[in-house]
């Protein structure tokens, strides 16, 4: 039986040179195995400090009032501390989509879990749409159920 509730994996690297090499997306001999492994599943990591100057960018643009989490937002990015942990924080996009099926998620959780161990990675998890299981707002991730 399919879940009807879609998925997302995200990750932190270990360093800022790190991050700022998959923002760029240079296949260094650091990141190969990643991008091996994301070109394996169709994933594209997204630096959660981007979407969130993105979100920010968009809200001041066509207005604040239409964007519930603009101030805590980009209080965030504007925190020295935040914003470097941001900048290693990453959301993995699946053919450019944001949630994806449980199946999809469990495989690039399985295929990055030797990159946690091996250091490269300091943080996997996987999150689902669930708002019982998500009571905070994610500010670019929404529930959505799939249709039946």
Known sequence: MTSQWQYQVRFDV????????LRRQHRGPTLARLFDILAKRGAAPKCQFDVFAEYVAAAEEHGVENYPLHHWTK???ENPAKKEKYLKSFTLH???REVYAKEIADALEADL???ATSGL???LS???T???NNPQPQGHLRAARVPD
């Open 14 to 21: 270990n360093d800022s040179a790190a991050a700022e090499a």
């Open 75 to 77: 209080a965030a990015i």
């Open 94 to 96: 699946v053919d450019d």
């Open 113 to 115: 879990q030797p990159l």
């Open 121 to 123: 990675i300091t943080r």
């Open 126 to 128: 996987k999150y689902d």
């Open 130 to 132: 669930n708002p019982a």
